[in-house]
């Protein structure tokens, strides 16, 4: 087994040690590990109740850890709450996406961080500078390719699965300076808008951002992702190269069949 090589000097970008959590006696994540480098795709898998959604939201803000360290650019930090991870840079998309199907493009772009006019108009009235956000929505839409999208006021449960995935990946992306979490991005959509959110991955990493990808597509896991992280019985149990490992290989280190010391 090829375990991938990130090189000695680059260091992550985040990076938790011995993250542990539980509920009563049902243990969530067990002194897990995680690195995740600049201006990569790293894919997390996992066999269902292996822990990785639990240590994603701890790394998020979403889930308080009971021990362990997290540090991102090499600041150790402690997230309270999602809120606090989007401050310090890091945005998550969700699975369900947390978008408001009848409010518009705009206002979902920019949902719990509103532009409002400067001076008394927008701190006294709270008067919202929608011609402000419509164009920034716009911008962000267009520099990801998203062009089919174009009445930035239509509601959003018109649109496609597609085009919502699109959307949620542009808000992340407009924000999150640093990192962008993706929850199971493809999971609802057909091949054809599949096709169009994993392209979207590949623009956004070309932007310099870095990417946690949580997926069950074993595919698409494979030709996006630069490592794998492979979470089982609540810890990391290896990071492998996708150019390296087969896919077989990556499935049978998921569940047990096979480890990494066997090789």
Not at 76 to 82: A, E, I, T
Not at 142 to 159: F, H
Not at 177 to 203: F, W
Request: hydrophobic share 40%; with cysteine.
């Amino acid at each position: 087994m090829n375990v991938s090589s990130t090189g000695p000097d680059l260091k992550p970008i985040l990076h938790a040690r011995g993250l542990s959590k539980a509920y009563g006696h049902v243990v969530a994540i067990d002194n897990a590990d995680f690195d995740l480098y600049p201006g990569e795709v790293l894919a997390v898998i996992g066999d269902n109740g292996a822990g990785k959604s639990t240590m994603i939201k701890a790394l998020c803000g979403a889930v308080q850890i009971d021990e362990g360290q997290i540090w991102l650019e090499g600041q150790l930090v402690s997230f309270r709450s999602p809120l606090d991870a989007r401050r310090a840079g890091i945005e998550t998309v969700y699975q369900n996406l947390a978008l408001a199907p009848a409010m518009s493009i705009a206002d979902n772009m920019f949902l719990g961080r509103e532009e409002r006019f400067s001076g008394l108009t927008g701190s006294l009235f709270r008067c919202l500078d929608r011609r402000k956000m419509t164009q920034f929505a716009r911008d962000k839409l267009t520099e990801l390719g998203l062009i089919t999208v174009q009445q930035m006021d239509q509601a959003v449960e018109n649109l496609s699965g597609g085009q919502r995935q699109g959307i949620a990946i542009a808000r992340a992306t407009a924000f999150g300076g640093k990192v962008v979490i993706m929850d199971e991005p493809t999971a609802a959509l057909g091949v054809k808008e599949s096709r169009r959110v994993l392209n979207l991955i590949q623009q956004v990493k070309e932007r310099g951002l870095s990417i946690v990808l949580i997926s069950h597509n074993m595919p698409h896991v494979f030709e996006v992702a630069d490592r794998i992280h492979i979470h089982r019985l609540g810890r990391r149990s290896a990071v492998v190269d996708p150019k390296k490992c087969s896919m077989s290989d990556a499935v049978a280190i998921m569940t047990g069949a096979k480890s990494m010391s066997n090789d």
